[in-house]
């Protein structure tokens, strides 16, 4: 076999099936020297992914996986790639790649350059701000993108990778990049049919100390009562380029000093806990090398002239650590994967994403002949439109509207320039006919307006005046019913800001109507490309991606593709260290048109639980165990012994209530808390209030260890992780709260999420306890201690009930049993829904959860917004495949990349608009409830289904719904078909 590369020697295998066990031993064989290599290597180092024990065993199973998926020819998830067949414009136009560790933004330009943002996930500044580890720009001369010629860039799922093939016959250029599967390393191949010459170039943009002076929310220094003092300023420090290489490149940035961890401790009296500071020593940078490469100057490495260039990047972190540490460490990394050679290495990665890819999949299409599914873009109600104010006669307009003009069609983006150049005082003409042209339209409803069809497209058109407005702004013109997603709304919000509300859809333009000034608005919504837009003064500032019309797609398809590309950002970005960050995971880049900042996200870089979790609820039923190893190892092993600390400080009592908002290594924010030492507060709980006492974040936690434990049986998790973090969450709860005259439980004071913030009983602590009590109980009496039984049947018995209140005649859930002071827009009242599953489509007493959905007050199916999964776990079909096709939809309108949601209520790309997609189309197509598995319980007819997914007792469930049809079905153990439930398809 000498000479044979590693994908001849997979074919020799495959032609000789007696050979199958060799091949997987040695593809084990190379991941043992790697595990045994790379233990070395970090075998001092406390904070990395990389020392893997076993990495050998896991070698072997790639193997295996790699064996089996070349014999079956190109994977199935192929057909979802992304291509693109022109170069990107800017950073918007980037592709996702990474290796769960380390995470690149990727494009090519119009000149052939290749650029890459580096990030890691455990990259954390002196502020503790999770900051880039950099940009690398690859320089192709002469450049190999030259107009009229092809152009081709392809994210390969299948193999984690993006391609690029570009130029004509004689002179065309393939470049391949891709993060290592096992190693923190980037591969940049390219391949010439004439020389070329590709020079590497370093950017940094941390070049000198900075101060920052715009701070977000989650930002340690946020809030300081002494602002504009040296110690409450942010001086970012610079990154530092290694000098006196040969043949390479490379920088670093080193937190040679920390600003927060000490602070927030003495502020927070959490000193006496001993927390080694988790920013101070925190080295993390990039060293980069090439086949033949020189040195150009300390920036840049240039390879060739010649057909065949191959670059490695070792991307690495530590902690404890020092710059000569640092280096020693990626020379490591960088010699282990020359040893290897890049054949090894592909092969190696390749079977990794292989295996991957056949844990479960989700693949739906449109049944043939089925019509498209497009829900109206504006959906219809039977309210009159109203000019200058709300339905109830409120958010009045003051000031004037000049001319207003309504068309029940979508105009052109050349027709609103004309209407803006037509004076505020003149009437329109040219145009369409209208269905009202108003002048000097003042306050008032029109008449006959409840029976106008804007199911073809809507236009608004108005000159307006405005005064200065508060915070509430008013309307212009309002057909909506409040709460409801339906009709339409433009007005100022908040202040003399514009917001254009169409059904789901919001656009808003800041600051967009200045008081005293004569502004032109236009608002359209057009059906048959799924946008609105909205102009100011003849200039388009805002647009949405909708679900287009025409019938021209197959939804079910563009669902199947996004949920694929979805898990993949979730892999990509999430093996690491640290826990996916919601706001933009790795695959941020700068705002605007301009790379000024780079390490900008909206929020910071703290943690909010409830948004967090969204994305690992989705894990379980995919299969992606390891991907939720980050995020128990952050809250439970390393917080959960500060927060069990932490209660008996602030409250006196045993047990461990998990705050909603948290740094990583477990501070209130700054802002949160406040900036009153803890020694002179009588309460030394939070100040702010928007969560505190929101505390059913560890109820969560100890609901998702559950169940991981419950689908993988692991009785070492369940011992170390899942017990302890329920035991001390259900332990909190039995001893913070008195008991009533009939011995109940009552949460006072409590608070339902953000939303409601004067509580007794709030519903999602109440229904937690009673969720995650029962779930302990139902687990085997022998993994469970009797004291810990014994604690969830005392909290069980003095429980008080999930709250319920009646709604226009119908008993419904309700936010909590005492409610007041709305904050937010959460639906807390549906959590005995999800996350907790007291009410479902199967259980007792659904009637409730109805109608607690049906008179929600707050809609919509983008964000952290779970309208979509309420509705799957209810069973209602319709509805949450409308919810779950307009998801898919919601990407943000600057990006490219089909699969970067937001920025929503977050930031790009959006984890938590992700998160949700990914857990309604699987409880869509699949639902457990103790050992049953209900198949299709909100899947619709008119799609079609191939699909594998994970439950409970280590169950596989696989199978294929063609025509309303089930027509395969195989479950691993084959004896848990008999917990299987099909219900008909609707």
């Not at 332990?731 to 008991?739: G, K, L, V």
Request: aromatic share 10%; hydrophobic share 40%; net charge neutral.
């Amino acid at each position: 076999m000498r000479g044979m590369d590693v994908k001849g020697m997979a074919g020799w295998m495959n032609r000789r099936g007696d050979r199958l066990l060799a091949a997987g031993w040695w593809v084990g064989r190379v991941g043992r020297v790697l595990g045994r290599a790379m233990g070395r290597v970090m075998r001092s180092v406390d904070e990395t992914a990389w020392a893997i024990p076993r990495l050998w065993v896991a070698g072997l199973a790639v193997g295996f996986a790699g064996v089996f998926a070349v014999r079956g020819g190109e994977s199935w998830v192929a057909r979802y790639n992304v291509v693109w067949e022109s170069p990107s414009t800017n950073h918007h136009g980037s592709m996702p790649l990474g290796n769960g560790e380390v995470a690149l933004n990727a494009w090519m330009d119009p000149a052939g350059q290749l650029h890459c943002y580096v990030a890691r996930s455990d990259a954390w500044d002196e502020y503790g701000r999770l900051v880039k580890v950099g940009k690398i720009r690859w320089v192709i001369e002469p450049n190999p993108v030259q107009p009229g010629e092809p152009f081709r860039q392809e994210l390969r799922l299948e193999s984690g990778s993006m391609e690029i093939a570009t130029g004509g016959a004689g002179a065309a250029v393939r470049v391949r990049l891709w993060v290592d599967a096992y190693l923190p390393v980037v591969h940049m191949t390219v391949d010439a049919e004439r020389p070329v010459t590709v020079t590497a170039v370093g950017e940094l943009w941390r070049t000198n100390r900075q101060v920052r002076r715009e701070l977000e929310l989650s930002d340690v220094l946020w809030g300081h009562p002494e602002a504009g003092a040296e110690e409450a300023t942010m001086v970012v420090e610079p990154d530092h380029r290694v000098t006196g290489l040969e043949g390479r490149i490379g920088w670093y940035h080193f937190n040679e000093r920390s600003v927060g961890p000490a602070m927030m401790a003495r502020i927070q009296g959490l000193s006496g806990f001993g927390q080694t500071d988790p920013l101070l020593h925190r080295v993390f940078g990039i060293l980069v090398e090439a086949e033949g490469g020189q040195r150009v100057d300390e920036g840049r490495l240039r390879s060739g002239p010649g057909r065949r260039h191959e670059f490695r990047v070792a991307v690495t972190a530590m902690h404890p650590g020092n710059p000569e540490a640092w280096r020693a460490q990626s020379e490591l990394v960088l010699a282990q994967v020359r040893g290897d050679g890049g054949g090894r290495r592909w092969a190696v990665h390749e079977a990794w994403w292989r295996a991957f890819w056949d844990r479960s999949w989700i693949r739906a299409k449109r049944v043939a002949g089925a019509g498209p599914l497009v829900p109206p873009l504006v959906p219809p109600n039977r309210h009159p439109l109203r000019v200058g104010m709300d339905r109830d006669g409120g958010n009045r307009w003051s000031g004037r509207i000049g001319r207003l003009t309504v068309w029940d069609r979508p105009l052109e983006e050349a027709a609103v320039g004309r209407l803006a150049a037509i004076r505020w005082d003149e009437p329109v003409t040219g145009m369409p006919a209208p269905l009202v042209a108003l002048r000097d339209a003042g306050v008032q409803v029109l008449p006959g307006s409840e029976a106008w069809d804007f199911s073809g497209g809507l236009t608004v058109e108005a000159w307006v005046q405005p005064e200065k407005f508060g915070v509430g702004g008013a309307r212009i013109v309002d057909e909506v019913t409040p709460g409801v997603d339906d009709g339409f709304l433009l007005d100022t919000w908040p202040g003399n800001s514009l917001r254009f509300i169409c059904g789901t859809h919001t656009l808003r333009v800041a600051r967009g109507a200045p008081p005293g000034q004569w502004t032109h608005v236009v608002a359209v919504a057009d059906p048959r490309a799924g946008r609105c837009r909205l102009y100011v003064n003849g200039r388009l500032e805002a647009e949405t991606q909708g679900i287009p019309g025409g019938g021209e797609h197959d939804e079910a398809e563009r669902v199947s593709q996004m949920y694929q590309l979805q898990r993949f950002v979730t892999a990509a970005a999430g093996r690491g260290r640290y826990p996916i960050k919601f706001n933009g995971s790795l695959l941020t880049v700068p705002p605007g048109p301009t790379e000024a900042d780079p390490d900008y996200r909206r929020w910071g870089p703290g943690y909010w639980w409830q948004n967090t979790r969204l994305p690992y609820y989705a894990m379980v039923a995919a299969g992606d165990f390891d991907l939720m190893e980050p995020l128990f190892r952050m809250y439970i092993d390393e917080l959960l012994p500060l927060c069990v600390y932490r209660t008996r400080l602030y409250l006196g009592h045993e047990g461990a209530f998990y705050p909603e908002c948290m740094m990583f290594w477990g501070a209130i924010f700054s802002e949160t808390y406040g900036w009153t030492p803890f020694e002179q507060r009588a309460d030394k709980l939070q100040q702010s209030r928007w969560h505190k006492y929101e505390w059913v974040g560890g109820l969560e936690l100890a609901w998702l260890a559950l169940e991981y434990y419950e689908h993988t049986g692991d009785r070492l998790f369940l011992e170390r992780r899942a017990l302890p973090v329920t035991r001390e969450v259900l332990r909190f709860f039995e001893r913070h709260y008195p008991t009533n005259a009939e011995g109940k439980l009552v949460f006072h004071p409590s608070q339902a999420l953000e939303t409601w913030w004067v509580c007794t009983n709030a519903t999602p602590e109440v229904a937690g306890c009673r969720a995650v009590a029962e779930r302990l109980l139902a687990l085997p009496v022998e993994v469970v201690p009797a004291a810990d039984r014994d604690l969830a049947r005392r909290l069980l018995e003095k429980l008080p009930p999930v709250p319920v209140h009646v709604v226009e005649g119908k008993t419904a859930l309700a936010p909590a049993a005492a409610f007041g002071e709305k904050r937010n827009t959460e639906n807390p009242e549906l959590y005995p829904v999800f996350p907790f599953r007291l009410f479902a489509f199967n259980r007792p007493r659904v009637e409730w959860a109805l109608a607690a959905l049906e008179h929600r007050l707050d809609r919509g199916h983008f964000g952290w917004r779970q309208d979509d999964l309420f509705m799957a776990y209810l069973g209602l079909t319709r509805e949450v495949q409308r919810a779950v096709v307009e998801r898919a939809w919601r990407k943000d309108p600057n990006e490219r990349f089909p699969a970067f949601w937001g920025p929503n209520f977050d930031w790009t790309p959006d984890q938590c608009h992700g998160g949700v997609f990914m857990r309604t189309l699987q409880a869509m197509v699949m639902q457990t409830d103790g050992r049953a598995i209900y198949l299709f319980p909100a899947w619709p007819r008119d799609w079609e289904v191939e699909f594998r997914l994970h439950a409970p007792g280590r169950t596989v469930v696989e199978g294929e719904l063609r025509d309303g049809r089930l027509v395969r079905l195989k479950v691993d153990p084959p004896d848990r078909m008999r917990d299987v439930v099909v219900l008909p398809p609707r």
